[in-house]
């Protein structure tokens, strides 16, 4: 009699779901993954592709994409030894994880976060230690430092701002838990550019500890290029890069980068209308009895509706995609969406309206 297929298989798996993304990802309205709703334009698409045709296909890229994190590491100002280069700051998050995780060993998460920290963690057969938020969903320093000590983690991570409750810690927060804590403290700061918050970038030669993720997905309007950083001292960035996938990052992905930072105005710019929109959107949504809003320091909001899978619906049906985060620790009845364009974002508040 054969085996079971899945006896042959981590058994962590079992407690694990595959990843997806309710109601698809495409739609006329489409505010549910917290992308920017502007794409790289027309004329820079030209150049960048100008200059990947010339590049040779059949050849490997680099080990590592060393032109990608030069770059970077010039445009943020630090040692290029500091700067490590991932196909997506997802695959950055396996990278670190598994130089740092393992049977046993213990990891911190504010509850809720990034649901991705969590899968990686059960993967590696990991022992996840929850802190959960405060009930207004911002973060319990108190609590982190407290718990970080008690139980002796490994490792912290902590999303600031935070996907999916939109809360941020201050710099101050952040450095006082990374210089009280034995740990490795990842600190993922995807929408930071969005943020009123300080990063903590600076403190990487200082605190032998810190490690700071980056993606270029939300700001940089690159998701489907897949580009993502980790940031640390050159001595620990040095033992984290040891189970990095080599060749993961394309060349495309490289030129793309640099070009996008020779042209970093184009950044700023989206940056100030989505930071303009949200608070047109947040003065909107306050205004409209039965939804309660929440404060954001990201580039999308976090409603509490009295039924938001009727609400998640009603706005599919009407062409208009959201994220129903209601599954969330603290988070029932929530629904997440990202600022759009003007007119999207009119649509929405028309719909909700009219609820």
């Not at 930071?275 to 580039?299: C, F, P, V, W």
Request: hydrophobic letters at 45%.
């Amino acid at each position: 009699m054969k085996r079971d297929m899945k006896s042959l298989l981590n058994p962590a798996l079992q407690n694990i779901a595959t990843y997806k993304v309710e109601g698809g990802q495409y739609a006329e309205i489409k505010l549910n993954q917290n992308e920017s709703p502007f794409d790289v334009p027309m004329w820079l698409k030209e150049e960048i592709i100008e200059e990947f045709i010339k590049e040779s296909w059949n050849r490997y890229p680099d080990i590592l994409p060393y032109r990608g994190m030069k770059a970077y590491a010039e445009f943020l100002g630090i040692s290029p030894d500091s700067v490590m280069m991932s196909n997506g700051s997802n695959e950055m998050l396996y990278t670190i994880f598994l130089a740092s995780l393992g049977p046993g060993r213990k990891i911190l998460i504010p509850d809720p976060s990034f649901s991705l920290y969590e899968k990686i963690a059960l993967l590696l057969q990991s022992r996840i230690v929850r802190v959960p938020m405060l009930p207004d969903l911002e973060f319990d320093t108190e609590a982190i430092l407290r718990t970080a000590h008690d139980e002796e983690v490994d490792i912290i991570v902590i999303s600031t701002p935070n996907n999916p409750t939109s809360k941020s810690l201050s710099f101050e927060e952040v450095r006082l838990i990374a210089e009280s804590s034995d740990a490795i403290v990842l600190v993922d700061e995807a929408y930071i550019e969005f943020s009123r918050q300080r990063s903590i970038l600076e403190l990487i030669d200082t605190l032998p500890n810190l490690v700071v993720l980056r993606t270029m997905s939300k700001a940089l309007a690159l998701a489907g290029i897949r580009i993502g950083f980790a940031l640390s001292n050159p001595l620990l960035m040095a033992e984290l890069a040891k189970p990095k996938i080599p060749f993961a990052s394309s060349r495309l992905a490289e030129i793309t980068l640099t070009r996008v930072l020779a042209n970093y105005s184009l950044v700023t710019d989206a940056v100030s209308f989505i930071l303009h929109e949200r608070e047109k959107l947040s003065a909107a949504l306050s205004s409209i009895q039965g939804i309660q809003l929440m404060e954001s320091d990201t580039n999308f909001l976090i409603i509490r509706v009295s039924d938001a899978s009727a609400v998640f619906q009603h706005l599919c049906n009407e062409g208009i995609l959201v994220r129903n985060v209601s599954g969330y620790h603290l988070m029932e009845n929530c629904l997440r969406f990202n600022v759009g364009l003007v007119e999207e974002n009119q649509r929405l508040i028309e719909k909700l309206c009219a609820l």
